[in-house]
């Protein structure tokens, strides 16, 4: 059974699926109502209705997410699902669109927010600058397409999430297409004598740390919760693993030692032995999971070292994978020792071995 009725000059659709009665407001035209009506009728008769259980709105279904996210997921991915929200929330409030609930989402309002983000001005790290000041000269107009592509897949994956909570019946994001990128610049890696300048300019702790991401890649989150126990010093190995409280972003995987590591690796051993006795390797004051805040640091010392361009601590992984690759190593092997699910995402790297690749292809000769 359906109806529609008017209340303050508002026309509503009035509707009952199985068992359930569903009002919806349509707005100030009966005319818009009575198609409405209609339409709902035929959809009835389909089973295809659409109608869900509560229309929740942005505010309260993002504060869920957001509840949802930080138990499921690691906190790193929790951080970058929180910032693809406030900037979702700051594009309808910058351009003024009347979308407060789940309902009034489509698919050209997540098109609007694509361009919305490829022509706003953003900082190094993406983020929207809200102020002329904070224009630097390494701010850019509009973030990567990388960068967007990720966003509308998270919000793919919230929306997808709102249907199995019966709060959305189709994905708005569901069928937006990827921007084709075409302003990703190649990994920055440090030369051999930059690495050497960074590790003279750093204290000895920070010295230590940028030593092992630069020996063995790891992502920053690895290092922070690596552990005693993960360390194999008999057999030259470090094994990223699961624990109970993190879990590597990938599968787990083990990183040789090189020479020069494991000489690290033993001494600071003799050294937390004698000292605070944590099970972490590159602990905090406390013993615990260190607090340093390593990018911060980086910043400074590569300022000091007169380092160009040295603003993120992913750089210290990509000089590991960029000096393997120039000394030869297969992209496969590049892929296992740096955790990547995806061996594309280690092909950012084949340039660097151009003599390698061509090498590889001279091995065969079919006639």
Request: glycine share 4%; with cysteine.
């Amino acid at each position: 059974m359906a109806r529609i009725y008017k209340r303050n000059r508002v026309w509503y659709l009035d509707i009952r699926v199985n068992g359930k009665r569903h009002r919806k407001r349509i707005g100030a035209s009966k005319k818009l109502a009575e198609l409405a009506l209609k339409d709902a009728e035929v959809k009835v008769v389909r089973d295809d209705i659409g109608f869900i259980t509560k229309d929740l709105t942005l505010v309260e279904f993002f504060k869920r997410y957001k509840e949802y996210s930080s138990v499921n997921h690691r906190p790193l991915t929790f951080k970058r699902y929180s910032a693809v929200i406030d900037h979702f929330r700051e594009f309808l409030n910058t351009k003024n669109i009347n979308c407060d609930r789940l309902s009034r989402l489509n698919t050209e309002l997540i098109e609007r927010y694509k361009s919305y983000r490829r022509t706003s001005w953003v900082n190094p790290n993406g983020d929207r600058i809200t102020s002329p000041t904070e224009v630097t000269q390494h701010s850019r107009k509009g973030a990567r397409a990388n960068t967007v592509n990720f966003e509308v897949s998270a919000l793919r994956t919230m929306f997808n999430l709102a249907i199995e909570w019966g709060y959305l019946k189709y994905n708005p994001a569901s069928k937006i297409k990827k921007i084709k990128p075409d302003d990703a610049k190649p990994p920055r890696f440090l030369a051999k004598k930059e690495c050497s300048r960074l590790l003279k300019a750093s204290p000895s702790e920070l010295a230590s740390i940028f030593y092992t991401f630069l020996n063995t890649g790891m992502r920053k989150s690895e290092l922070e919760n690596l552990e005693w126990s993960d360390i194999d010093l008999r057999r030259k190995k470090i094994r990223i693993r699961k624990k109970e409280t993190w879990r590597p972003k990938t599968n787990e995987r083990d990183i040789p030692l090189n020479r020069g590591t494991y000489e690290l690796l033993k001494e600071l051993k003799i050294q937390n032995e004698s000292g605070i006795k944590s099970r972490y390797v590159f602990p905090g004051k406390d013993g615990e999971r260190t607090k340093v805040k390593l990018r911060e640091k980086l910043i400074k010392v590569a300022i000091q070292a007169q380092i160009p361009d040295l603003t993120k601590l992913h750089t210290l992984r990509h000089t590991f994978a960029s000096h393997l690759v120039m000394n030869g190593v297969d992209l496969p092997t590049v892929q296992k020792l740096l955790g990547h699910a995806d061996i594309e995402t280690t092909m950012v790297y084949s340039h660097l071995a151009p003599e390698h690749l061509a090498g590889a292809v001279d091995k065969i000769e079919l006639s």
